[in-house]
């Protein structure tokens, strides 16, 4: 690059930084405790003028000693083929890390902090420059050194694996084909789509009857705001995502056109719910929840069936008028015969054989928390059960399947259910996955609920029985939504461990997303080499989802009360 651009790169480092760092520091309340919280106190005593001087030179010098640390970074990849963008931005980041670090030394090396708590100080100083390596040699490897081409060619394939993509984006008759002459097979993207819409409708539904009910004018305000804000970015990125024009293998317009309903459809549900909230009783909110919370498992089954619907479905839509694509499959390839959607559902789905990618782990999870709750309710209360019948079942389950490793059943699944399923059901290796992630997730969640159904004070069960309250109803209504506020961040935990715990899909040969980032370098002799960047992207899609879950976690608590002491009453 030559001079000039080197002196704007400069001028622009300055600037941004000054002034960023002059507004952080300016919302800092007391400087002085917050320098105190992280660097220790000096050892010797100073005016409140002096100590204030002191520490405006010892920012002045970091300030320094930072900005060449960030001119020194970026000239050294001058020469790059990172983008002036991507040098300003590490720039940016490798002066304020390198700026932490200088003031937290100088700090303890000037004020002698080091006499008054060694550890503390030693440990501050430690962090510091941890926090400057790391965080300057990711932004070096994300802006400068890593190559994301290939991921941006295989971001549908880590989505959904190759056959579910063949068949999503490479069907004739198919807008999100790019080139209907290069294109083959049978359409059915729409199965996927109609998933998404109900969840879309679900997920702002499930905002708008969310949070405390209000009479405050500014928190009625602020609750839509918060969330069309955050949401609204969060599509954005999405559609940044998917819309890149990066080694596209599908057409982006028409995936926009999806990407926009499904906003569209959370909209609508989340102003429709929102304004039923505020309208409405309590109790009638909490009747919505828990139509909702009916709804999502209704969506999660609709989900697995929608990909490969059973026999009566595809007979009903050959009823209404369908003719099943298959029987027409060579026509569809040449090109001259554009099935309809009922013609799509007489025929045959995406078999579970053919998922893959970051659908399956999706799915998977979900079997974990939704079948896995609801045989953690039926163990839990089978192992509390004074009949043997329930009891001695529940109890043996619990402890054969906590015994073992996850992945020790899940070879079980894969080698000796199909022995025990055959005469029943002949199920493919994924649907056993679901099977095996639901037991393993349900016993471990028993076990939650079990100390949560302990806890319940007795005088409710009492208070329930003097009601009339048949057992059944006792249990289902005042004993188990108790042990479930009582034990929610330990039932989210185990949510979280599953998610994570679908990684070990792969050592069983089903093509998830990890297991699909892992071999993306193989996908093109251009990409040799390139095996970490996709192991980046995996580790900040696992982080996404768990952070997520801690978060809707958190939220449930608060609406609850569990943040505050004695919140009992809310139960």
Not at 32 to 49: A, C, M, N, P, W
Not at 523 to 544: K, M, N, Q, S
Request: overall charge negative.
């Amino acid at each position: 690059m030559s001079a000039t651009t080197n002196h704007l790169h400069f001028a622009t480092i300055v600037e941004a930084s000054r002034s960023s760092l002059t507004s952080l520091w300016n919302r800092i309340p007391n400087h002085q405790d917050f320098e105190e919280s992280i660097v220790g106190k000096s050892s010797f005593t100073l005016s409140r003028t002096n100590n204030h001087l002191l520490s405006s030179m010892i920012i002045a010098i970091s300030v320094v000693t930072g900005l060449v640390s960030a001119v020194n970074s970026s000239t050294v990849h001058f020469s790059s083929s990172a983008s002036d963008s991507d040098l300003l931005l590490h720039g940016i980041i490798t002066f304020f890390v390198a700026f932490f670090a200088y003031w937290v030394t100088l700090t303890a090396m000037l004020k002698f902090t080091f006499r008054k708590s060694l550890s503390n100080t030693i440990l501050g100083i430690a962090t510091a420059w941890i926090i400057f390596i790391v965080v300057r040699g990711l932004s070096n490897f994300v802006l400068i050194d890593a190559d994301w081409v290939v991921v941006w060619a295989n971001r549908d394939l880590v989505m959904m694996g190759q056959l579910m993509k063949e068949q999503m984006t490479q069907s004739p008759g198919s807008h999100v084909c790019i080139d209907v002459n290069d294109c083959y097979g049978i359409n059915q993207n729409f199965r996927l789509w109609w998933s998404l819409y109900l969840t879309s409708g679900l997920f702002g539904t499930a905002y708008g009857a969310s949070g405390d009910k209000s009479d405050n004018d500014s928190v009625k305000f602020w609750k839509p705001v918060k969330f069309l804000i955050s949401f609204t970015l969060f599509a954005v990125l999405i559609s940044l995502i998917a819309t890149n024009p990066t080694e596209v293998s599908y057409n982006t317009d028409v995936v926009m056109q999806k990407i926009l309903i499904c906003m569209a459809i959370t909209y609508a549900t989340f102003g429709a719910s929102y304004y039923y909230s505020i309208n409405s009783e309590e109790y009638q909110i909490n009747r919505l929840k828990s139509y909702l919370t009916i709804a999502a498992v209704f969506v999660f089954f609709f989900a697995i069936l929608i990909m490969d619907p059973p026999t009566f479905v595809k007979d009903i839509a050959a009823f209404l008028g369908g003719t099943p694509v298959q029987s027409m499959s060579d026509d569809i390839i040449a090109g001259t015969v554009v099935p309809s959607t009922l013609d799509k559902l007489a025929g045959d789905g995406i078999q579970a054989s053919q998922w893959g990618g970051l659908f399956v782990n999706l799915i998977v999870a979900t079997a974990g928390c939704v079948l896995g709750f609801g045989i953690g309710v039926v163990l839990a209360f089978g192992r509390q059960s004074e009949l043997p019948f329930f009891r001695v079942p529940s109890v043996a389950l619990i402890e054969l399947v906590r015994s073992g490793p996850l992945i020790c059943w899940l070879y079980f699944a894969v080698f000796m259910m199909p022995d025990m399923m055959d005469p029943f059901y002949n199920a493919e290796d994924i649907i056993r996955m679901l099977l095996m992630f639901g037991v393993f997730g349900g016993c471990y969640i028993a076990e939650v609920l079990r100390g949560g159904l302990q806890a319940v004070d007795s005088g409710q069960k009492e208070a329930a029985i003097a009601l009339g309250l048949s057992p059944f109803q006792t249990k289902i209504q005042i004993e188990l939504p108790n042990a479930v506020r009582t034990t929610l961040p330990s039932i989210v935990s185990v949510f979280i461990g599953l998610w994570k715990d679908t990684t070990l899909l792969f050592i069983v040969n089903i093509l998830d997303f990890f297991k699909l980032a892992k071999d993306l370098p193989n996908t093109d002799l251009r990409f040799l080499g390139d095996f970490l960047e996709p192991l980046y992207i995996t580790a900040v899609v696992f982080w996404v989802f768990a952070f997520y879950l801690s978060r809707i976690s958190m939220g449930i608590e608060k609406s609850l009360g569990l943040v505050k002491e004695g919140g009992g009453e809310l139960a």
